[in-house]
């Protein structure tokens, strides 16, 4: 079996110190994630963990330009803002689900059946049953089969007709 290489088959992840990096195959990327979480990412670490891991590793605190710490500042505003709009739109989402969940079941118990009581015996009588109730209950019985035989052949035909207008 041959490995099928696309130059489309990249893919972005962000080292905590690094930043982000392109990797040649989107495998790579989901592995080095997947293998070290405390040090990769697919989506850009805050800025507080970065600082902190560049301090743990050893490497010299990034100097911000005036210009640079404003843009991280109104990023990191921006985001704030955006997660609040996320998490606003999450909840009106999840309350959406929650109605649509009990229509959903309200329309299930409008269509069910309503409970079927057992079957009484005339005058609360106990015992097995008479001969003339067991002729009944076969009567029934026949009834029904016979009844849903009719339905399903009736079904058929009308399946057979709408095939034959659709064609």
């Given at each position: 079996?041959?490995?099928?290489?696309?130059?489309?088959?990249?893919?972005?992840?962000?080292?905590?110190?690094?930043?982000?990096?392109?990797?040649?195959?989107?495998?790579?990327?989901?592995?080095?994630v997947?293998?070290?979480?405390?040090?990769?990412?697919?989506?850009?670490?805050?800025?507080?963990?970065?600082?902190?891991?560049?301090?743990?590793?050893?490497?010299?605190?990034?100097?911000?330009?005036?210009?640079?710490?404003?843009?991280?500042?109104?990023?990191t505003?921006?985001?704030?803002?955006?997660?609040?709009?996320?998490?606003?739109?999450?909840?009106?989402?999840?309350?959406?689900?929650?109605?649509?969940?009990?229509?959903?079941?309200?329309e299930?118990?409008?269509?069910?059946?309503?409970?079927?009581?057992?079957?009484?015996?005339?005058?609360?009588?106990?015992?097995?049953?008479?001969?003339?109730?067991?002729?009944?209950?076969?009567?029934?019985?026949?009834?029904?089969?016979?009844?849903?035989?009719?339905?399903?052949?009736?079904?058929?035909?009308?399946?057979?007709?709408?095939?034959?207008?659709?064609?």
């Open positions: 079996m041959a490995i099928k290489i696309n130059a489309n088959m990249s893919a972005v992840a962000h080292h905590i110190v690094d930043g982000m990096v392109t990797f040649p195959y989107a495998i790579d990327a989901h592995s080095a997947s293998r070290f979480p405390e040090e990769w990412s697919h989506e850009p670490w805050p800025e507080s963990d970065r600082a902190a891991a560049r301090e743990a590793a050893g490497e010299p605190a990034v100097e911000l330009t005036p210009e640079e710490q404003a843009a991280l500042d109104e990023h505003r921006a985001v704030a803002e955006a997660n609040e709009r996320l998490q606003k739109f999450r909840e009106e989402q999840a309350e959406k689900k929650k109605i649509d969940d009990q229509i959903a079941a309200d299930a118990l409008v269509n069910s059946p309503p409970p079927q009581p057992a079957p009484r015996r005339p005058f609360g009588r106990k015992g097995p049953p008479t001969p003339a109730e067991i002729a009944a209950q076969k009567k029934r019985d026949e009834k029904k089969v016979e009844d849903d035989r009719l339905v399903a052949e009736k079904a058929e035909h009308d399946r057979l007709a709408n095939a034959r207008i659709t064609t």
